[in-house]
């Protein structure tokens, strides 16, 4: 089954670390990527820009209105995501639980993906 782990962290956090604890933390992620693909179940993955860089789209009259930012202030961000295809949701579970941003506070949401015939 599909599942997208949708990766929740402290993004002002994240970026007040300094380069050397960047740089390990990187190699952190490295590593478990390289463990996700050799395990066959990563289908894709991504990180994403930070949230300063976002566009929020709403409804407006008459067009859609965009802002800038994102949707919600939260403490945590959504900074990226993996699509993957778990055996079930305990494997999918136990990838999240891998992620190294988890030790730290972080947190993982897992969606099953809806799959349509069409």
Same mark, same amino acid.
């Given at each position: 089954?599909?599942?997208?782990?949708?990766?929740?962290?402290?993004?002002?956090?994240?970026?007040?670390?300094? =380069?050397?604890?960047?740089?390990?933390?990187?190699?952190?992620?490295?590593? +478990?990527?390289?463990?996700?693909?050799?395990? #066959?179940?990563?289908?894709?993955?991504?990180?994403?820009?930070?949230?300063?860089?976002?566009?929020?789209?709403?409804?407006?009259?008459?067009?859609?209105?965009?802002?800038?930012?994102?949707?919600?202030?939260?403490?945590?961000?959504?900074? #990226?995501? +993996?699509?993957?295809?778990?055996?079930?949701?305990?494997?999918?579970?136990?990838?999240?639980?891998?992620?190294?941003?988890?030790?730290?506070? #972080?947190?993982?949401?897992?969606? =099953?993906?809806?799959?349509?015939?069409?």
């Amino acid at each position: 089954m599909k599942y997208l782990l949708l990766i929740y962290d402290n993004e002002g956090k994240n970026m007040s670390m300094s =380069p050397e604890a960047m740089s390990e933390k990187l190699d952190e992620w490295f590593k +478990y990527i390289d463990e996700l693909r050799a395990s #066959g179940i990563l289908l894709d993955g991504s990180a994403l820009q930070p949230t300063a860089t976002a566009t929020t789209v709403r409804v407006g009259n008459p067009a859609p209105l965009a802002t800038d930012g994102p949707f919600a202030e939260t403490k945590e961000q959504l900074g #990226g995501f +993996y699509l993957v295809d778990a055996s079930d949701l305990d494997d999918a579970i136990g990838w999240a639980g891998k992620m190294p941003h988890i030790a730290d506070g #972080g947190s993982v949401e897992i969606r =099953p993906i809806m799959e349509f015939d069409l």
